[in-house]
């Protein structure tokens, strides 16, 4: 399973929902993963924070020994029909999030996200929320 940087974001943030929804994982010994899209966004918000010191400490936590799963090739593929499909069809979806659903379908995994709707509607993506 990889996560969106939603659910990292909310497990920063001591949501509920979303750290129930880790050790549920945990139990069922599903390990959760991440995309270097992901990293890209977490350091934007760092970077645009006024606690850069307190938000890369969160992040650092969060992070941890989390498996990283690459933009590469066949993920730019993938997230560039995914983008275009969108378009042509009168619906938005932003480039991250296109591309957090390449990597997701090259790696036959499930994305892990609060934000269902930002990843509706793309075929052989398995979307769960928390």
């Keep these: 399973m990889i ?14 929902s979303a750290i129930e929804k880790g050790e549920d994982l945990e139990k069922d010994g599903v390990q959760v993963n991440i995309t ?3 990293i890209f966004e ?3 918000g760092l970077n645009l924070s006024t ?3 307190e938000e890369k400490n969160k992040i650092d936590i969060v992070l941890g020994n989390i498996v990283v799963h690459n933009f590469d090739f066949d993920s730019a593929r ?3 029909e995914i983008f275009a499909d969108k ?10 999030d296109a591309m957090i659903a390449g990597i997701c379908i090259t790696n ?3 994305i892990l996200t609060r934000n269902v709707n930002h990843f509706s509607n793309i075929g052989r993506l398995t979307v769960e929320s928390y």
Excluded: H, Q
């Design 3 to 16: 996560a969106d940087t939603t659910y990292l974001i909310d497990v920063m943030r001591g949501d509920c």
């Design 36 to 38: 270097t899209v992901s």
């Design 42 to 44: 977490l350091y934007v």
């Design 51 to 53: 606690r850069p010191i």
């Design 78 to 80: 993938e997230a560039g």
């Design 87 to 96: 378009k042509r069809r009168g619906l938005t979806i932003d480039p991250e």
């Design 108 to 110: 036959e995994e499930t």
